[in-house]
């Protein structure tokens, strides 16, 4: 079993641990000059931004999975944390375009995969999230759908629509996810009866950095915006990313299409 440390002890690792990632990026901003795009500088600098983003995304999921002893204390240090988090996360982003370093999605490796598998893997990853609020899920997806994809790239995508899902609807509010194939595209949706977009909403929700309306309903910090990379992974193995809402209040739907296999 896992002796977590006291809610005390958390705290002060957690504000060390998560002030000290932004310091750092901090302060690689303001101390490098400007160079073009195609230099080592910036090759390093990705290959940098990368590996704290992964660190910073592993600090995150680990407190998402902390015991709540003291839930006022521990939900106002977890709200502490992704606030440090993203604001980390945006300026690595920033220096990156001040740099303008481009980012590409990485290698992708084209297989055939399997919509149920690729479902049950991102589901598993979040299911954490659906039990901590409550939220029913439901999957409804055929067991003879395939499509051409990277597998890391679409499980990631998909573990990003269903962790939106969550954090845009409240407690006890179910969240679908189904499939199905028209011509040659597979459709994988996911749906919510959250707090839904409005249509301005709607226009800017794959924009980096933009600020959205839609306001999560637990507290979490990260904004729909964030999908803005996960319809670059989507293009980038040839299929596509489409949001659609009712309006505010009523709910979101994101709809995945791929190449079937």
Request: net charge negative; glycine share 8%; hydrophobic share 40%.
């Amino acid at each position: 079993a896992i002796t977590w440390p006291s809610p005390s002890t958390r705290t002060a690792w957690t504000r060390c641990c998560s002030a000290s990632c932004a310091m750092a990026v901090d302060d690689g901003r303001s101390d490098l000059p400007l160079k073009p795009a195609d230099t080592p500088q910036a090759d390093r600098l990705h290959r940098f931004a990368h590996d704290l983003r992964n660190r910073l995304a592993g600090m995150q999921e680990v407190m998402r999975m902390l015991p709540a002893d003291d839930p006022a204390q521990d939900e106002e240090l977890r709200g502490f944390f992704e606030g440090q988090f993203f604001h980390a996360l945006r300026t690595v982003e920033g220096l990156l375009d001040d740099l303008q370093v481009e980012r590409g999605t990485g290698p992708l490796e084209p297989t055939t995969c399997p919509v149920g598998d690729l479902v049950e893997q991102a589901v598993s990853d979040q299911r954490y999230r659906f039990e901590r609020k409550g939220q029913p899920l439901t999957v409804q997806v055929p067991s003879d759908l395939s499509v051409l994809g990277d597998r890391d790239h679409a499980i990631r995508l998909l573990q990003a629509l269903l962790s939106n899902a969550s954090k845009f609807s409240p407690q006890g509010a179910a969240v679908q996810v189904y499939a199905a194939r028209q011509g040659d595209r597979v459709h994988i949706t996911v749906a919510d009866q959250g707090v839904g977009l409005s249509p301005d909403d709607l226009d800017q929700v794959f924009v980096r950095y933009a600020v959205l309306g839609s306001r999560s309903t637990d507290g979490e910090a990260q904004g729909r915006s964030t999908l803005a990379r996960a319809r670059q992974w989507a293009v980038a193995m040839g299929g596509t990313l489409t949001a659609a809402s009712s309006g505010t209040g009523k709910g979101a739907s994101f709809t995945l299409s791929l190449p079937a296999a």
